[in-house]
């Protein structure tokens, strides 16, 4: 399942937590968690590729069509939460408020402390962010196959019109925004999926 995401605003998740802290400048992407992102597989094997989609479970007998029905509905969940922390860094970052009320309902352990961290730095250099990032998120893999608490979505966003800037005015030369693949570990412990994971990789290192 992949969504076209459009978000126009100030602040922009991916832009403000790789450039604050500095991923843009390194081949490897910002890793949290005991999943790497840089090993795609949930079992812990695997490359990169922001082209490969999750492999189709097979199944048989009547209970085919309901299982369809729901994984197609534990992907909606996992994505409206990989969003949701986008959505919830984003209005963080238009203060920017490293407390903001919003940020554990999405997220948790290391990535809630990566986002944590960004927002910190952004508000000590005085910076915001402003423009349009394009998002296209997608459920890579859920484990176990027959009842998911692990979850990875892949995104290849688009920064190219979305800049940082000082909110007092001040000069400020943003790095230049592209294309970013990015990666995000989720659980579902009590039934609700929380971003735990979180990967961002340099400028190119996707295409759309």
Sequence with gaps: MTRTIRI??????AILVASVLGCSAHNDPVKTGATSPSTPSLSGTGTPSVTSSPSPTSTAGAGTSARAT?????EREVLDAYLGMQQAFEKAG??????YPDLPRYTTGPALQLLTKGLTSMKTQGLRSRGQTLFYPKVHELAPAKAPTKARVYDCIDTRKAVAYKANGDPYKDTPGGWRFVVADLESTTGTWKVTGLGIYKVGSCTG
């Design 8 to 13: 126009t605003t100030w602040t922009v998740a």
């Design 70 to 74: 729901s994984i197609a509905g534990i």
């Design 94 to 99: 238009e203060i920017p408020d490293p407390s």
